[in-house]
């Protein structure tokens, strides 16, 4: 059984797409069986991936049980995906029945068993999407951004995932906070990052040691659907996500 990570944050514009699609093809280089999910229906994981989502089916078929989730599998060169498009939105509006949020869960323990990672790119926001995301995760990583606006959301998003935790979910953990676009060099980002340590203590879950510097040359491997391992191998940014790979490898995730 695959171990399913997602991604959440209450806004969005914090990297949290990027640190999928990176922490995904980190763990594909190191020979590891990964699949992602595109839970967001701007579906900005699956263009990075080189997904034409008009033309293949997506998570939107697969929750609305018009098709298994096996058969949305789309193979790329960083990972396997199941992508996603902007029908997704609606689905907000169809989910009416019992257990709606276990929607996701019910598809990823099918195929969970194919894989070593699960990665689930989860919308920005608390919405039923979200839940889904939450519910079917073994593990949550938070970016944020070394601001005062992220900071604000990581309340939130700590709300939510407790009443996910409460309802649906009562073994999801938080392997941590993570900061992206942080310069060590301005005081403004080294005291938002002490400042989310001391929130992170209050609510009894960690900041990741590892910290993630903005890297232009990881924007432009998305942009051009190429592997950010190969096309970034010499950024520092991309040094922090393996250094964050193995971070995690030693919380036992």
Not at 55 to 74: E, M, N, S, W
Not at 199 to 218: E, K
Not at 227 to 236: F, G, L, M, P, S
Request: aromatic share 8%; proline share 4%; hydrophobic share 40%.
């Amino acid at each position: 059984m695959g171990k399913i990570i997602t991604l959440m944050t209450q806004k969005g514009g914090v990297g949290k797409t990027t640190t999928t699609n990176c922490l995904a093809a980190c763990y594909n280089r190191k020979g590891y069986k990964v699949l992602v999910v595109d839970m967001d229906p701007q579906g900005n994981l699956s263009f990075s991936l080189g997904i034409n989502t008009e033309v293949c089916a997506t998570i939107y078929d697969v929750l609305k049980g018009d098709l298994k989730p096996r058969f949305a599998i789309q193979r790329t060169q960083i990972a396997d995906i199941i992508p996603s498009n902007i029908l997704l939105s609606g689905l907000e509006l169809e989910f009416t029945g019992d257990e709606r949020e276990f929607a996701l869960k019910r598809a990823i323990d099918e195929i969970s068993h194919m894989y070593d990672y699960i990665f689930v790119d989860s919308p920005p926001g608390l919405g039923i999407l979200t839940v889904n995301s939450l519910t079917a995760a073994d593990y949550v990583i938070i970016p944020m951004l070394p601001d005062i606006f992220s900071l604000q959301g990581v309340s939130l998003v700590h709300e939510t995932i407790e009443h996910v935790k409460k309802a649906c979910n009562p073994n999801l953990e938080v392997a941590g906070i993570l900061v992206n676009c942080f310069n060590p060099r301005l005081r403004l980002a080294k005291e938002v990052y002490g400042t989310a340590e001391m929130i992170a203590q209050q609510f009894n879950i960690s900041v990741f040691r590892t910290y993630i510097r903005h890297s232009i040359a990881i924007s432009e491997a998305q942009s051009l659907q190429l592997d950010v391992t190969e096309y970034a191998k010499k950024a520092t940014g991309m040094a922090d996500f393996f250094r964050l790979v193995r971070e995690l490898s030693q919380k036992g995730i």
